[in-house]
């Protein structure tokens, strides 16, 4: 069966310090990967998609990026953290071509000092 | 483009009466449609979903819903609320062809009064 794995769980950083998130899937080839990010009463924001490997597009503008070395290693960064980069952070995938649901990891509860 | 709007951010019902969310959506092809639940700190887990076939769908944990293509609408509900049922809820979009991007709406908080 497929499973994903975000880590870490919690993570509280100060401001200016570099991010570094990652998340892997298991059990399933070339999958659609997503990071969201969850602020307070914003819902869910769709940060950075990706098709395959190298393949990274950005929804929004912000001090984040995304990479994916790997078919199923999805990894979300960044060189300087700000204030309002906390939030909650999840992972995503979905397989291609399916008229699957999206299935998430357990997110990362990020807090900026 | 696709998008996805929840009326309500936040609603309350009473143990035992009847829970309705509400979701409508646009999308410019035939959607796939998902409920998820969230509870604290954790990630989303699938409710129901609705790809093809019949219109009304059940979830788990009672929950059902309906798609209703000439309204837009694939509101969540269960007859009877439970304690165990305050969670946020969210609804989601998929276009059934392209990329597929999965689009969410805002979330809705559900607390149950005892």
């Known amino acids: 069966s497929q499973t994903i794995h975000q880590w870490p769980a919690t993570l509280v950083q100060p401001v200016g310090s570099p991010l570094s998130l990652e998340c892997t899937v298991e059990g399933t080839s070339n999958p659609n990967l997503y990071w969201y990010r969850q602020a307070a009463g914003r819902g869910l924001q769709l940060l950075f998609y990706s098709v395959g490997i190298g393949q990274i597009s950005s929804e929004v503008p912000q001090n984040l990026s995304a990479s994916r070395p790997q078919d199923r290693q999805f990894i979300l960064s960044s060189k300087k953290l700000l204030l309002s980069d906390s939030g909650f952070y999840l992972c995503a995938w979905t397989l291609i071509g399916a008229n699957t649901e999206a299935f998430f990891g357990q997110g990362t509860r990020l807090t900026v000092v | 483009a696709q998008s996805v709007t929840q009326l309500g951010s936040h609603v309350s019902v009473s143990e035992g009466a009847l829970v309705l969310l509400r979701c409508n959506y646009s999308?410019?092809?035939?959607?796939?449609l998902f409920w998820y639940v969230q509870y604290p700190n954790q990630g989303l887990q699938l409710l129901l979903k609705y790809t093809t076939g019949a219109t009304l769908v059940k979830g788990i944990n009672g929950f059902e819903a309906e798609f209703k293509k000439s309204e837009t609408s694939f509101h969540l509900t269960k007859p009877s609320a439970h304690m165990s049922d305050a969670a946020e809820y969210f609804c989601a979009v998929r276009a059934s062809g392209g990329y597929q991007k999965v689009t969410f709406g805002t979330g809705t908080k559900l607390q149950v009064i005892p």
């Open positions: 999308s410019s092809v035939p959607p796939y």
